[in-house]
């Protein structure tokens, strides 16, 4: 009896959380091997043109009569998506959209990080490594909650010093739109490295899921033409303390199968 015949088939499970775990084996070298995956099925939904959408429907003939909707990949090569830019100054919307992509490309590129000191180096060359290998604790989503719970303010009462703030700038000659807008700037986080799938559902209930209560704004910023996330978005906290320690969980975490990284919309000023 060859080896092929001792191998088990393949076992689907469905779980109860709607994933799905998978069991299969394999023989490398005369050792029989047991192989278990979870995975996760995720619908995505892509809009396009209602031409595309009505050719779609289209029946198909000839050899192809009987096969199953949707493109054969035997018979069939998908061509890589092109977006025609028509008018007298196309070359110029050309250069504009890769100039802007090869920004976004940039800006989502994550660096090292140590877990020790912060530096730009792996953690298991750090010089401040400890003896002892351990490694430092990172906050869990129940401390982080009770620290931004702390600064939720339960009154809508608004201090003095705030009623004045449109006196005061008027007499320093600063514009009021300008002045808020600096305001809710200070107060905002700029999250890079999103999945192509996620939304805003999945960012306040999943992963700032411990600051719900004090997120006023939340967008994530998606492509026009397939409306699926294009890698960042955007949160508004209500004070900027919360923002800072919405800032010290998110950054580094995994969310998606993907790491994030977070930073403020605008520079800060070093003190």
């Known amino acids: ?86 008018g007298p100054n196309w070359r110029q919307l050309n250069e504009e959209a890769e100039k802007k992509l090869d920004l976004e490309r940039k800006s989502t590129v994550q660096s090292i990080k140590c877990r020790y000191c912060g530096g730009p180096h792996f953690s298991t060359k750090c010089p401040n490594k400890p003896k002892d290998g351990s490694v430092p604790t990172r906050k869990t989503a129940a401390s982080v909650a009770a620290a931004a719970a702390s600064n939720i303010t339960s009154s809508t009462y608004v201090p003095p010093s705030l009623r004045r703030r449109e006196a005061d700038a008027n007499a320093q000659g600063i514009d009021i739109l300008e002045a808020k807008k600096r305001e809710q700037e200070a107060r905002t986080l700029r999250l890079t490295n999103l999945n192509e799938s996620a939304n805003k559902d999945d960012l306040v209930k999943g992963l700032l899921a411990p600051f719900s209560n004090s997120i006023e704004k939340a967008v994530v910023v998606e492509n026009r033409t397939t409306g699926r996330s294009r890698g960042f978005a955007y949160v508004t906290f209500s004070t900027e303390k919360q923002a800072e320690v919405a800032l010290d969980y998110v950054d580094g975490r995994g969310f998606m ?11 800060k000023d070093k003190k």
């Open 257 to 267: 199968n993907l790491i994030i990284h977070a930073d403020w919309s605008q520079p």
């Open 1 to 86: 009896m060859s080896a092929v015949a001792d191998i088990p088939e393949r076992q689907i499970i469905n779980n109860d959380d709607g994933t799905k775990t998978i069991i299969s084996y394999t023989i490398e070298n005369g050792t029989k091997y047991k192989i278990t995956q979870k995975v996760a099925e995720i619908k995505v939904t892509e809009k396009v043109s209602a031409t595309i959408a009505e050719r779609k429907k289209w029946h198909k003939y000839g050899i192809e009569k009987d096969s199953k909707p949707g493109p054969d990949q035997s018979t069939t090569q998908i061509g890589e998506e092109y977006i025609f830019r028509l």
